[in-house]
């Protein structure tokens, strides 16, 4: 499958959950299969998706976490709403997720103006009041870094080869 993008073309290798697996899975989490989302650095956005059942409990939670190389909260919705107050200061500003998204079962994360720095795994998971988590999906992303931005850069030194003998 492939996610375009403005400014890049953004490949995408995610399953998204069967009406087979969700009617399999009642009573535990739903853990959807991991997979892999590239983008190119200067990229407009990237999608982390995911895609489940609809129709969620209102009073859910869900949390998009970066947790390799280091944990960092990406984005929260809680109570009906964002919680901007509980990101990490690296995706303030830069995320945002679909309303309705409870209803509608799209737990996709819109990440815009992705850098090098974002390149690690992530996880989704949906925790209902009582604290049972209802749903996980974990993926890696690997934003490639853009040579055209390197070129511009402001550092004098120019890349050497090794000279030793």
């Not at 997979?35 to 409990?57: K, M, N, R, W, Y």
């Not at 009073?59 to 919680?83: G, I, L």
């Not at 850098?115 to 209802?134: A, F, H, P, S």
Request: include cysteine.
């Amino acid at each position: 499958m492939f996610l375009f993008t403005t400014s890049s073309v953004t490949t995408s290798n995610c399953d998204t959950a069967t009406e087979a697996q969700t009617r399999l899975i009642k009573q535990q989490p739903e853990h959807v299969s991991d997979c892999e989302v590239e983008v190119e650095e200067g990229a407009e956005s990237v999608q982390l998706p995911f895609i489940t059942t609809p129709d969620l409990p209102e009073d859910a939670t869900v949390k998009w976490v970066c947790y390799e190389p280091s944990f960092r909260t990406v984005h929260m919705y809680e109570n009906r709403s964002d919680q901007p107050e509980e990101q990490h200061q690296d995706y303030k500003d830069r995320t945002e997720m679909k309303k309705d998204l409870l209803k509608t079962g799209d737990l996709s994360l819109t990440l815009k103006h992705p850098k090098e720095t974002d390149t690690g795994e992530y996880r989704c998971g949906v925790v209902n009041k009582d604290g049972y988590m209802l749903r996980v999906k974990r993926m890696k992303l690997k934003v490639k870094g853009n040579i055209r931005n390197r070129s511009s850069s402001t550092d004098p030194t120019p890349l050497m080869a090794d000279q030793s003998v």
